[in-house]
């Protein structure tokens, strides 16, 4: 059964620092990997998708990566901004499955 | 791009009664949908998967007799949460799309049971 980890739970950067949110599963046969944001109270907005054979994918400010081998995959944002400050959720689609798994989502906040 | 519409965006209703959430593709066809339940502070749970035009297929340990699940056309999906109790109060949000361009998430409703 994959299992999808996000570390760190929480984080919290001053306002135009670059940072690292991690993303790892245990199941590497993946069909995709899905980055969402989550605001309180809100639903899912799909931030990006890279597919089983990409390495990354970039959108903006953000930056995805993808190691399946190893079973990881992280989004990067550079220069944070307050707005940033959401929960970002990871989660992965088995490569014989039309589900996606999500982890338990990482919690940023961005400070003025 | 996808958009799927969820409503209500939050509803209180009393024990006992029933609460019935629509999910509509507004720009696509969606022969699948799906539903989630979220915890506070949790990750979302799938609870069930909705095919158009047949039987919704159920979680481990989701009664599918408390969430009925009707998708009767390509574009809406409902669930019904049948005499709701106060421990059915959550976050349920639908989601559609495609397996390989990605799911498109509805803006979710929060259901209170009192």
């Known amino acids: 059964k994959q299992e999808v980890t996000q570390i760190p739970a929480a984080l919290s950067v001053p306002e135009g620092e670059n940072l690292v949110l991690n993303c790892s599963f245990t199941?590497?046969?993946?069909?995709?990997l899905q980055w969402f944001r989550q605001d309180p109270g809100k639903g899912l907005t799909s931030l990006l998708l890279i597919q089983s054979s990409q390495r990354e994918q970039t959108s903006g400010r953000l930056n995805a990566s993808l190691d399946k081998s190893s079973g990881r995959s992280t989004l990067y944002i550079a220069a944070s901004q307050p707005g940033d400050s959401a929960t970002y959720l990871c989660a992965v689609m088995g490569s014989g499955s039309y589900q996606l798994t999500f982890g338990k989502g990482t919690k940023l906040s961005v400070i003025p | 791009g996808a958009v799927v519409s969820q409503h209500p965006s939050w509803v209180i209703c009393k024990s006992g009664t029933s609460v019935k959430i629509e999910c509509r593709s507004l720009?696509?066809?969606?022969?699948?949908m799906f539903w989630y339940r979220q915890f506070p502070k949790q990750s979302l749970m799938l609870m069930a998967t909705?095919?158009?035009?047949?039987?919704?297929?159920?979680e481990q340990g989701v009664e599918k007799d408390k969430f009925l699940i009707n998708h009767a056309s390509l574009t809406l999906s409902t669930l019904t949460v049948t005499s709701a109790h106060p421990e059915d109060s959550s976050f349920y949000i639908c989601?559609?799309?495609?397996?390989?361009?990605?799911?498109?998430f509805g803006s979710g409703t929060r259901l209170t049971v009192v």
């Open positions: 909705s095919n158009e035009g047949s039987k919704a297929t159920y």
């Open positions: 989601s559609a799309g495609d397996r390989g361009a990605g799911y498109t």
């Open positions: 720009d696509f066809q969606a022969t699948t």
């Open positions: 199941d590497s046969a993946i069909y995709n």
